[in-house]
């Protein structure tokens, strides 16, 4: 476990993901972080603190079979402050997955950027929920978050449900939320080539959560993420 430390590098955890994390970026300092699950989770807290001009860059790569709560805080504490914060995420069989990932914009020109995608199919709950924040006095702050699930299954659940709390004039704020199934417009544009629907919903998922391998640098953690997308389709 990392605890209360600065950092100005990378931090990468794969299945032994701690339970508590907390970890603050100093000012002018970067961070990026890395967590890629392959076996059940226990329920993880982690926050971020970042100062002026830092930089916050983290990635999530879920495809464990687990019930747990991942909870997210970052607190952009400096002016020009920023997070990039991306996860993927597959719930299967009786997978119940919460993931509450909040941002915290506290001074001037800060930027946000949270986005979550998942599959979800089986008797599985996937659920994305947060908030981004923008506190009085921060001004021309720029926040997007962006929830996204594709339903397989009739048995399966998903929701998301981001939240936008504007303290400020002067700013740039803006959420997205989408739940529903394989659009049946695309499974026909396929199909009407040759490619019948298990396929369909492979090519499509292929294209919905593989771009997270772009946040992992070391080969056998980008293959393993890989072979999880393939095996959870």
């Not at 907390?22 to 002018?28: E, N």
């Not at 300092?29 to 860059?57: C, H, M, N, Q, Y």
């Not at 923008?134 to 996204?148: D, F, L, N, S």
Request: charged share 25%; hydrophobic share 40%; aromatic share 8%.
């Amino acid at each position: 476990m990392v605890e209360n430390e600065s950092l100005n590098n990378a931090v990468t955890y794969v299945d032994e993901i701690p339970e508590h994390l907390s970890l603050h970026v100093p000012a002018q300092g970067s961070l990026r972080l890395a967590l890629a699950a392959f076996k059940p989770l226990k329920d993880t807290t982690i926050t971020i603190e970042v100062e002026e001009g830092g930089t916050f860059e983290g990635a999530f790569a879920d495809f464990s079979r687990s019930h747990y709560h991942f909870i997210l805080n970052v607190y952009l504490h400096g002016q020009a402050a920023k997070c990039d914060w991306h996860s993927a995420a597959i719930a299967a069989e009786d997978d119940q997955k919460l993931f509450e990932t909040s941002l915290y914009h506290e001074k001037e020109n800060s930027l946000g950027l949270m986005s979550n995608y998942g599959i979800c199919e089986n008797q599985s709950k996937l659920t994305f929920s947060g908030i981004s924040e923008i506190k009085k006095g921060a001004k021309k702050t720029h926040t997007r978050q962006v929830a996204k699930i594709i339903v397989f299954d009739p048995q399966s659940d998903g929701q998301a449900s981001p939240i936008l709390k504007i303290g400020e004039n002067d700013v740039e704020a803006s959420h997205a939320a989408v739940v529903g199934r394989l659009s049946e417009e695309h499974l026909f544009y396929l199909e009407s080539r040759g490619v019948d629907e298990a396929m369909a919903k492979r090519l499509i998922t292929l294209g919905y959560l593989k771009p997270i391998e772009a946040y992992f640098s070391d080969p056998k953690t980008v293959e393993q993420i890989g072979s999880a997308i393939e095996g959870g389709i």
